[in-house]
Every structure is written in C-alpha cells, then in structure tokens.
C-alpha cells in the first residue's frame, strides 16, 4: 500500500513564510537604498540646470515603480519556488486558470503604464521649453527661429561638432556668421553664465556626434546639415577656489577618437561672463592683426602664393 500524501508540517511552513518575508524585505530595502547609496551613478545628474532635474525626477518616478513590480514578482517567485517545491510523495494540484487573477494583473499593469504617461507628459514641458533668465542672469535679444523662453529673451552659444572635439561661437549671431562676425569662440570648454538661459544652436561639420553634459540636460545629437536645438540655465557660478565646470562626453561613436571628445562646461557669474566674452574677443583680434602683418610680410618676400 501506499504512503499517505502529508502535507508541510506547519512549524516547517511558518519558517518557509518568514524565510520569504525576510527575502522580499531585503530585496526592496536594497532598492530603495541604491539610489541614495549610488546617487548620480544609477540615476540622471542634476544641479546643472532644470531640465536635467526634470528628467532625473522622471527617472526615479519610473524606478521605483519598477522597484516595486520587481520586489512583488521576483517575491512571489521565490515564494513560490520555496513553498511549492518537489516534496517526497506530494502531489501537485491541478490549477486551471483564475480569472479573477488574470483580470486583476492585466487591469493593474494597465494602470501602473497610464500612470507612467500621466507622469512623463506632466513633466516633458519642463525639459523641452526652456524658462525665462533669471532677473540677475545676462539679458540679451529675442530670436523666433529657436525654442525660446516665455519672454523670448535668451543667449545663444553655437555648438560645432567635429572629429574630435566641439567648438563653441559665442554671440546671436553665431550661425550666419561665426567668422564674418568675428565672434569669440573656444575649443573643448564653454563658458557660459549663471542665471541664464542658454540656447545652443548644435551642428556638425562631418559625422554624426552627440552633444551630452549629464548635469545640464539630455543628449542632443549633432547631425551635419542639420542644427539641432537645446538649453540650459544653471543656478550656480563659479567663485574664487570653487570652479563650477560640468563634464560631459560626445555620446555617439564617431571614429577612432570618439573617446577623446570630452567637453566642459565652465558657469560664471555674467559679470564674469561678459569679461571673459571681451577679453576673448581681444585676443581674436590680436590674432588677426599678427595674421595680417605675418601675410604682408610673406607676400612681400614673395613666399606666399604666386
Ligand atoms: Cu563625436
């Protein structure tokens, strides 16, 4: 004859219930630990500039939505596997369907993505429209070919991408006329002021780069023959002994050296700004005044051209 099918001994099955608590417990504190104890390692940047802590914010709203659906399934898993397992002489029952479960599961995830959407359109405004200079940002003319603040008042720095590093003309004018104009510009770090919104006119004069400083905002792709459009406003600037210089990294593979094509972001205060922005000019003009007397010379010891 036949063993009797015994059930779990109860003191068994209390320790296998407590064995699953403590596993889901650790689980979810080890979620919701991880983005203070790895705080801009598995989260977005922020600081920088609001649209950087708008997406940051949208982030964690997704993370730990997922954090809990994950602590849930993964804690029934292991509930299951462990409660459940093969026993010596057990025998399964026989389930078919519940639709009660069924319904619920589907309704629920349904809900958790409507939600999701609800979040991401509320908070989407914040990281494409760029807001207003702040009262003690650096003010400077309206344009209506670029996204701009309410007030249409901002500044613009063109952003050029090429093999391998970004050049950044500074001034409204800077797409149409970058040399005609003889506007400032600097390789590699931007210099930018405080308080202020910061268009950039982004371009590419070879291949497809991207333009990614994590802590002003998302990446925006440098596309030749195309100009692509983002903005920053960052709250701080840089004071004697504390620098404030965002690091970002071209975000597309764009040759061999694509890894050599960092930038940086220098923010100082528009007084600073504007110092920097004429003195740069200077030497630009310098420069050019070397140039000319250096092409004179050249021409008139016959060493240059025919
Ligand atoms: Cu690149």
Redesign the pocket.
């Known amino acids: 004859m036949r063993h009797a099918v015994h059930d779990v001994p109860p003191r068994r099955r209390r320790r296998l219930g407590r064995l699953a608590l403590t596993l889901g417990l650790v689980a979810l504190l080890g979620l919701l630990l991880a983005p203070s104890a790895f705080a801009g390692f598995i989260t977005p940047k922020t600081g920088g500039s609001p649209n950087a802590d708008s997406i940051s914010s949208l982030y964690k709203v997704v993370l730990y939505i997922a954090a809990v659906v994950f602590v849930i399934v993964e804690g029934a898993l292991f509930y299951s596997i462990l409660r459940f397992r093969a026993k010596k002489g057990a025998v399964a029952a026989q389930i078919h369907g519940n639709t009660r479960l069924e319904i619920g599961w589907t309704v629920a995830a349904a809900l958790i993505l409507v939600a999701l959407t609800v979040v991401t359109f509320i908070h989407l405004p914040a990281i494409i429209n760029p807001p207003d200079s702040s009262a003690n940002g650096v003010v400077l003319s309206a344009s209506v070919t670029r996204p701009t603040p309410p007030n249409g008042k901002s500044i613009t720095i063109c952003v050029q991408?090429r093999?391998?590093i970004w050049r950044y003309t500074y001034g409204n004018q800077c797409l149409n006329a970058a040399f005609s104009g003889k506007l400032p510009y600097s390789y590699q770090t931007m210099y930018a002021p405080a308080n202020t919104t910061v268009i950039l006119d982004i371009q590419s004069t070879d291949?497809i780069?991207?333009w990614w400083v994590p802590s002003l905002g998302g990446k925006v792709d440098a596309v030749p023959g195309y100009t692509t459009y983002t903005w920053f406003k960052a709250p701080h600037a840089s004071t004697p002994g504390n620098p404030v210089v965002f690091h970002g990294q071209?975000a597309?593979l764009?040759?061999r050296s694509?890894a050599a094509?960092t930038a940086m972001v220098r923010i100082l205060s528009p007084a600073d700004y504007k110092a920097w922005l004429s003195h740069q000019t200077d030497l630009i003009n310098q420069a050019n005044v070397q140039v000319t007397q250096l092409r004179q010379i050249l021409t008139a010891s016959g060493n240059l051209g025919g």
């Open positions: 991408g093999q391998y291949v780069h991207s071209c597309q764009c040759g694509h094509m």
